[in-house]
């Protein structure tokens, strides 16, 4: 199995413009924490340079000195500052210029919610605006730049840790607990995040888009989407097959019958950029191998293949989900 | 007798005779490997240790192979997750944790003058264990059921049998049975440390190297025992359904982490230490001088042993914790440098103030220190919460777990073997072909994990089998992957070197010029160990004391014969070494042997769901167990006591405190309930998890306040009753001791009943939530406890109606004092905790 | 270790008076040597408990409060007497240092050096464990 990501470079303000600078790497920041973090990343790395130099020269001019070069006294000296002191110095006052990065940042009761729960292998989303309808999506999350957004991390099988490194630092989704992660956008762009803790065969292969959208943008597309999938979605031919194969079963699609919990909601499948949480560009001969086969994209994935599936029939489901924007 | 009684030829000769023929090998072909000598035993457990490490490291090889280029199909998935999770667990409970055991046992009693270690056979024991526990755990893979959750096997992934196979079964069970040998082998070191130097040495004149696996081995003793408790609750969720890591029925996923990790950061300093250990041997041979700031040293190896017990949390950063909590192991994990610092300077400082020699393992050496300092300053930055958010389960954390443990354990290990190999096998190795491994592996390390640094920060987690190109981390990886064979090349030079070593000169004795005792050995080695136990008074003693070497060999010290035709070593008292006890050693046997292979029995057959098998295992094993007991321990002397010459005589059998024995059993106990400490800690981490905690309702209501009373009182009773047969038994009473054993026996047995009668009269359901579960764990740890409890006092009933337990030879009854004290203990806590504690007994 | 005797047994007779006669009577051992880390370890698991149980049973943890500091204050004066013991014993009169020699007051010596230089660090992981206390003060 040739592992088939896709290939989405060039892709808005995210995409990669050398070393260091990919869509999922700790220095693209967007977000107030991964930037502070970044900083901290910086003169730390820096701090160990000049420490490790130090030490490796006092290693060289103690291999190289005459015999005898010192005194009993004088290295019991060296050993007291240089092992001693010096680092506790040091250590204590990076320990004390850090605490204050532990805090996290303030929740108000008006700020926006949005409930991840990660599942084998995908991420399932539930946007809970205050006074509004939750809104319910999977495998792409969207916040608004400059508001204050409270993550509350799930997960549904096995442990899962949500990581945007471009937003803030990890955080683990545990069963039976809810883990609360602040963010605040710094800037709109596409990024990427993937799950960090290992979660089964595919944890490879459960990564998800994150867009960072101007806070109008933002309302306007979270208004959009509450309602159902686009007119008519019901009556095409695609949808027919998807009823007949029982994948109504598993998922939703909102405007049809298909209300189903265990998989992804598909309502509004085909306006996301990737399929399969963030492995396949979303287009309709990808989603025809996907429907057909998952697991052979997705080890482990718990949505069967369907090896009887005509090519027709799977073809039909694709069009109609590509459709569903 | 003084210096000079040794001057006749003829006495010499009729010693060495008589020593020979006492420590003359077995032969034949199974008869040899019924060996128990430390030197055998140590070189088996170095070889095999040796040979996982390669067997791991070749794994590691085809994980880098996959990883070469994004999107790479080599291997699959699954086959990857065996991969890393096998590569994992091998290098930590195969290679490093035995190999310092397996240097330890080599080395231990060279550096102490003693014969062999205190326990002979528990070695080979340990060694037993470990080989058949490694080859079942590493075996899996041939058979596509090796473990695949990581080598921390976090649940609940790991305990949902949909979810995971045969492999975390494997895992669990085979590697509990290799930590129980190394807790034995902790016990084995900690004796043989404290009770088994020679007269003379006091304290502050031990070899560094001891004080490091002093501390180690109590390290050991402290944190293997969570990780037990931890296999405890895993295997009952596994085998019985009982849920302690099920969120649906109240379990948390998160006490494993805990368990675990209290493991598993003093694991982290349990392989460094030994390592670090070698250094402060060779590098006061290649400066020619005393280590500086030999109390430094000690203060930096209890001090890291302290503050390693409270860093477990910082593997836990992201779980969601309170901050502030996570803020106090944050301080820690910045303290421990301190003094890992402290050894580096230590090191610095003596090369600086002597007179360098340079030499291969000196290369080794400071080579190592170069990277481990990387790993160490990487250490303090992830040892930062908010760093460690970012940098936590990426290939950062990679990079700096490896170059911590490649500059701390495993090159340093390389170095050793340069160093000692001459002491083992009379030859030298290769200076040039070690050199050239040196380079080899120094620049493939560097060019291995250093680029991880980076791919970890540009978005590549740990764990995947694959990434995608779009994260940019491609070449990165490929500089990893042409690394990781520069590095395997290294290694593959120093099996060449050690492959040709058979072939090579003999070299000098003490070719380094070093000034410890373990350089008395002799190219031409005899087994005996030491022709005779020397007087200390310097810590370099071959360098310091006059005409040592001669006195030693000519046997002008102590203990220079074997008139008995016995294996014996002395037995010193813990601050100053003088002189206690002439002990005698375990000859070779295969009760070992057959003990280890049917301990093994018990937990492959359990693995594969066999209880009937297992069952009988484990009463085959309990029989070896007594056997051996009986055989080979507390064994009444043909006298009183021995001279071991320049008129001192000293007794041959002691017991209670000052004998090796009490002190066996009293370690072997402080790690037992620590075991326990897990499991009611794993009480009230639940009871902080729930408001009603017992939840109440059929099947969840606790046991009541008057079983667990009635048991709690009929163990004391039980405990009285040994303690008063033990009085009783010295005052020479002994028809009341016995009948006090054996009554104390009938109480342990009806605490059994009592402790049982609690949660069954509720009725205590324990696959429906976690409270039941974790209740009935505490009440069947402590019966089970009450049961082995029973035993002892009908083996020490039985010992003392065979006569082989006396007034005067009394050590059986004072060791299973010592058991019963940590029994009344474990009662108090659990009755306490399931019946009284608030809302418990209701 | 009952057959332990310490050096300097004949001295024991004599009862020592004053402050100072008494610290000087007392010997270190082995098991005084694991006295100042075992303080930080008391206080560290004191720290982590306290917070970690009233942030799981009661949402909040006491805002700092005056018990966190009598603790912290008790195991730092443990610790600096402790050393302070270690630091007179270490000054025993004798030979002039490395002090490695195989006598009474080599060895005392050295286990009084050990022991107060493990008092440093125990008395700086203490300052460690205390810092998190005082700058966040709440369970998120």
Not at chain 1, 286 to 315: C, E, I
Not at chain 2, 187 to 216: C, D, F, H, S
Not at chain 2, 408 to 427: E, Q, S
Not at chain 3, 103 to 123: E, V
């Amino acid at each position: 199995m040739a592992v088939p990501f896709c290939l989405m470079n060039g892709d808005g303000q995210g995409a990669p413009r050398g070393v260091g600078s990919g869509r999922q790497s700790i220095f693209s920041t967007f977000g107030a924490e991964a930037e502070t973090l970044a900083g901290l990343t910086w003169w730390m790395t820096a701090g160990a340079v000049v420490i490790f130099v130090a030490v490796a020269t006092l290693i060289v001019m103690a291999l190289r000195a005459r015999r005898n070069a010192i005194t009993h006294q004088q290295g019991m000296r060296l050993v007291l500052w240089a092992g001693g002191i010096v680092p506790t110095v040091v250590l204590l006052s990076l320990l004390v210029s850090t605490l204050p990065q532990m805090r996290p940042i303030a929740i108000a009761p008006g700020d926006l919610r949005v409930t991840v729960e990660g599942e084998q292998f995908w991420w399932r989303i539930r946007y809970r605006p205050p006074g509004a309808a939750e809104l319910v999506t999977a495998n792409e999350l969207r916040i608004p730049v400059g508001r204050t957004v409270a993550l509350e991390l799930e997960a549904g099988d096995v442990l899962h840790s949500f990581w945007v490194p471009g937003l803030a630092g990890k955080m683990d989704m545990v069963p039976g607990r809810t883990n609360t992660l602040v963010v605040r956008a710094t800037r709109a762009g596409r990024f990427r995040g993937q799950c960090a803790e290992f979660c089964g065969l595919s944890h490879a292969l459960m990564a998800f888009d994150v867009i960072a959208m101007e806070p109008a943008a933002f309302d306007r597309w979270l208004a959009e989407r509450r309602g159902p999938a686009r007119d008519g979605a019901a009556t095409e031919a695609g949808a027919r097959v998807f009823a007949a194969y029982g994948c109504a079963a598993c998922h939703a699609v909102r405007g049809t019958n298909a209300a189903g919990t265990i998989g992804p909601d598909l309502t509004h499948i085909g306006a996301r950029a990737t399929l399969g949480a963030g492995i396949l560009p979303m287009d309709a001969d990808h989603l025809r191998r996907f429907v057909k086969d998952a697991p052979a994209v997705k080890p482990g994935a718990r949505m069967p293949a369907y090896p009887h599936m005509t090519n027709d029939d799977a073809t039909a489901i694709a069009r109609w989900l590509e459709s569903l924007t | 007798m003084s210096l000079h009684a040794q001057d006749d030829p003829q006495l010499r000769a009729d010693q060495e005779r008589r020593l020979r023929a006492v420590w003359a090998p077995p032969t034949g072909w199974f008869g040899r490997w019924t060996d128990v000598n430390n030197n055998r035993v140590g070189i088996w457990y170095t070889l095999t240790a040796f040979t996982f490490m390669l067997f791991a490291g070749v794994l590691a090889l085809i994980m880098r192979t996959q990883l070469a280029a994004p999107g790479n199909d080599l291997v699959s998935a699954s086959t990857f997750n065996q991969l890393f999770t096998l590569h994992g667990s091998m290098m930590m409970f195969l290679f490093a944790v035995p190999m310092f055991e397996a240097v330890a046992v080599i080395l231990l009693p060279q550096l102490l003058g003693a014969r062999d270690l205190p326990f002979p056979r528990l070695s080979a024991f340990g060694y037993w264990s470990f080989l058949i526990g490694g080859v079942f755990v590493g075996g899996s893979i041939f058979f596509n059921v090796a473990p695949d959750g990581g080598w921390f096997m976090y649940p609940p992934f790991t305990t949902r049998t949909d979810l995971s196979g045969l492999g975390a079964d494997i895992w669990m069970l085979g590697l509990s049975f290799i930590e129980v040998s190394s807790v034995a082998a902790a016990v084995e070191l900690i004796v043989g440390v404290l009770k088994t130097r020679p007269p003379g040495m006091r304290l502050n004149l031990m070899p560094l190297y001891a004080w490091y696996i002093l501390v180690v081995a109590v390290m050991i003793l402290f944190a293997f025992p969570p990780l037990i408790a931890g296999d405890i609750l895993f295997e009952m969720e596994r085998l019985l359904g009982w849920p302690f890591f099920d969120a649906a029925k109240g379990g948390d996923a998160i006490l494993w982490q805990h368990l675990f990790w209290i493991f598993g950061h003093p694991e982290v300093y349990i392989v460094f230490l030994p390592s670090i250990a070698l250094f402060a041997m060779m590098v006061p041979t290649f400066a020619q001088r005393h280590l500086l700031g030999y109390p430094w040293i000690v203060l930096a190896a209890v001090g890291t042993a302290f503050l390693s017990f409270g860093l477990w949390v910082h593997h836990m950063f992201t779980t969601g914790l309170p901050k502030i909590s996570l803020a106090f192991f944050s301080a820690a994990s910045e303290a421990v440098a301190i003094p890992t610092g402290i050894q580096i300077f230590v090191f610095i400082a003596t090369m600086w103030a002597g007179r360098v020699t340079w030499s291969t393992p000196l290369l080794y050496a400071f080579g190592s220190i170069a990277i481990f300092v990387i790993g160490g300053l990487t250490g303090v930055m992830v040892a930062i919460a908010p760093f460690d958010w970012q940098a936590h389960d990426t290939y950062f954390i990679v990079a700096h777990l490896h170059y911590v443990l490649i500059g701390g354990t495993l090159i340093p290990l390389m170095g050793g073997l340069y160093y000692y190999w001459p002491l083992i096998t009379g030859k030298k190795l290769s200076d040039r072909v070690g050199r050239t491994a040196f380079w080899f592996q120094f620049v493939g390390a560097n060019l291995t994990f250093f680029p991880m640094h980076f791919s970890g920060l540009m978005g590549m987690p740990r764990r995947v089998f694959t990434y995608p190109a779009e994260l940019g981390v491609g070449g990165l990886n490929m500089a990893s992957t042409i690394g990781s064979y520069v590095f395997a090349v290294g290694v593959l030079l120093v099996c060449v070197d050690l492959a040709r070593s058979p072939w090579r000169q003999k070299s000098p004795r003490n070719p380094w010029n070093a000034g410890t005792l373990e350089w008395l050995a002799h190219p031409d080695d005899e087994d005996w160990g030491i022709r005779s136990v020397p007087l200390i008074t310097s810590r370099y003693p071959i360098w310091d004391q006059k005409n040592f070497v001669r006195n030693v060999d000519e046997g002008r010290f102590f203990l220079p014969d074997a008139q008995e035709g016995r294996r014996e070593t002395i037995i010193t008292s813990v601050l100053d070494a003088r002189p206690v006890q002439v002990i005698r050693l375990g000859t070779p046997s295969a009760k070992p042997m057959v003990t280890a292979v049917a301990l093994g029995s018990v937990f492959i057959l359990t693995t594969y769901h066999l209880y009937w098998a297992a069952l009988a295992g484990a009463v085959a094993t309990l029989a070896m167990v007594l056997w051996w007991l009986w055989t080979g321990t507390a064994e009444i002397p043909e006298k009183e006591e021995k001279s071991i010459g320049h008129g001192l005589t000293v007794p041959l059998y002691c017991s209670g405190g000052s004998s090796a024995g009490w002190w066996a059993m009293f370690i072997t106990m402080m790690a037992d309930a620590t075991a326990f400490s897990g499991l009611v800690f794993g009480y009230y981490f639940f009871w902080t998890r729930h408001d009603d905690f017992p939840p109440g309702g059929p099947g969840l209501d606790g046991p009541g306040a008057f079983w667990p009373m009635v048991a709690l009182a009929v163990t004391l009773a039980s405990w009285a009753m040994t303690v008063a047969a033990r009085e009783l038994n010295a005052r020479g009473a002994e028809g009341a001791a016995r009948g006090l054993l054996g009554a104390g026996a009938i109480a342990s047995l009806a605490a059994i009943g009592a402790g049982l009668a609690g949660p069954m009269t509720t009725g205590l359901e324990p696959s429906l939530h976690v409270y039941p579960a974790i209740v009935w764990t505490l009440v069947i740890w402590t019966v089970a406890h009450n049961g082995v409890g029973a035993i002892m006092q009908l083996y020490t009933l039985a010992r003392s109606i065979a006569g082989r337990m006396t007034p005067r030879y009394d050590a059986d009854v004072r060791n299973i004092t010592v058991y019963h004290h940590f029994m009344a203990l474990t009662a108090i806590v659990t009755y306490a905790t399931i019946g009284l504690f608030p809302g418990a007994g209701s | 270790m009952k057959n332990e005797s310490p050096p300097h047994e004949s001295r024991e007779g004599d009862r020592p008076r004053g402050l100072r006669a008494r610290i000087l009577a007392l010997r270190v051992t082995l098991w005084t040597l694991i006295v100042p880390p075992t303080v930080w370890a008391v206080h560290f698991l004191f720290c982590y408990l306290w917070v970690s149980v009233s942030c799981a049973k009661l949402g909040q943890f006491p805002r700092f409060t005056t018990a966190f500091v009598i603790g912290t204050g008790a195991a730092l004066a443990i610790i600096v007497a402790a050393g302070a013991i270690a630091w007179v014993q270490s000054r025993t009169p004798g030979d002039p240092p490395p002090h490695d020699e195989g006598t009474d007051i080599d060895r005392l010596r050295f286990i009084a050096k050990s022991t107060l230089l493990l008092a440093g660090l125990s008395f700086v992981a203490v300052v460690f464990t205390a810092a998190p206390a005082l700058m966040l003060t709440d369970c998120r």
